[in-house]
């Protein structure tokens, strides 16, 4: 059946930076700051949600070879926590997991692994004001020196694989940049990323998996981590899909079977949106919206509402673009954590 394409796309540069070098913002604090959270509650589902995250914080447990570990998110509450109240105990356990993680030198596992788990540490260490010349070189080496079982650094993975692993890879990449002062890297990426999403194509980038299934992508000669506004392909609204996660629920269709990757591909842009954001390097606006699009495309039109460990960004998504995102998900959800970040109370000092 002959392919019927038409393509909406009018305003294709608009809110699309032009990739640059942009100076870093003076905003202290990578997720959040000590002087935002001074004055925020400490009462309600926002905080109880993270304290209770806080006290259940082993630092003992600290490891980012553990893809589906939430050690990492209870250590960046145990921040969030100490931040807030002062008390020398969540402190102690931010100190103690970074400790623990350098003690392992290069860590087991995969790069997915090593990019759902890495940012949250980083975060909290940079919340508490931890830093080490050891810290940091360990830092240095998850970005771009250790090579992972999957025969790749980090760095690497984020740049030849535009679906989950390499989302999950941008948010952990942003977080490392931005607390080693590394704004050269940062800026890197973050144009690598906008060039993902307006094109061309980079060329180390990969698409289809193993089945080469590009049929999610709008233009297949010329993928895009995120499609182009407008984009309808064999009658199909495929406008702000990520294909390559799409594609792990079936080829192109109408009805697509249901696929949990696309969201936690989500995670990692939410994740490296807002470090970005933070650092004066904003991508929220990027490829007309790109980022806005593509959780419309999953929350609205396809009706895949966040759950589970996916509710979480809802808050800071709303919080953006002023949406009013709902999920079925109990507060404890809601105002929780991910894979790799999260934590709404820090939101509410915005």
């Known amino acids: 059946m002959a392919l019927i394409l038409i393509y909406i796309y009018s305003t294709y540069m608009q809110g699309n930076p032009t990739p640059s070098s942009p100076p870093p913002s003076p905003v202290i604090g990578i997720w959040t700051s000590a002087a935002e959270l001074a004055n925020l509650s400490m009462s309600g589902d926002a905080w109880t949600t993270v304290l209770a995250a806080a006290d259940a914080a082993y630092p003992n447990q600290a490891t980012v070879s553990d893809q589906d570990s939430n050690n990492n998110v209870q250590i960046l509450a145990a921040a969030i926590v100490y931040a807030r109240t002062g008390i020398q105990s969540y402190r102690d ?22 990019a759902r788990e890495i940012a949250a540490y980083v975060m909290a260490a940079d919340l508490v004001g931890y830093r080490t010349p050891e810290f940091e070189t360990w830092c240095r080496n998850m970005a771009d020196v250790y090579v992972a079982t999957d025969g790749r650094t980090m760095r690497q993975m984020f ?6 692993w390499g989302t999950m890879a941008f948010g952990s990449l942003t977080a490392i940049y931005r607390y080693l002062g590394d704004n050269t890297n940062l800026t890197a990426i973050r ?44 009658g199909i609204n495929i406008d702000g899909i990520l294909p390559d996660d799409l594609r792990r629920g079936g080829s192109l269709s109408a009805n697509p079977g249901y696929t949990g990757y696309p969201w936690e591909a989500m995670q990692g842009l939410v994740t ?69 970040a999260g934590w709404g109370y820090v939101t509410l000092g915005e």
């Open 93 to 114: 356990k931010v100190v103690a997991a970074c400790v623990k993680l350098v003690s392992g030198d290069k860590p087991a596992g995969n790069t997915l692994a090593w």
């Open 159 to 164: 740049e030849i694989r535009p679906n989950n």
């Open 191 to 234: 144009d690598y990323w906008i060039q993902l999403v307006v094109g061309p194509k980079p060329e180390p980038a990969a698409y289809g998996g193993p089945e080469n299934d590009l049929s999610w992508h709008f233009n297949e000669s010329d993928p895009r981590q995120i499609n182009p506004q407008g984009s309808v392909k064999q």
């Open 272 to 340: 490296a949106a807002r470090v970005l954001d933070r650092a004066g390097m904003s991508i929220w606006a990027v490829g007309n919206n790109a980022i806005y699009r593509a959780v419309y495309a999953l929350q609205v039109r396809l009706g895949w509402v966040a759950s589970g460990d996916d509710a979480w960004m809802l808050i800071f998504l709303n919080k953006m673009y002023g949406t009013n995102w709902t999920s079925p998900e109990p507060p404890s959800r809601i105002w929780g954590a991910g894979k790799i």
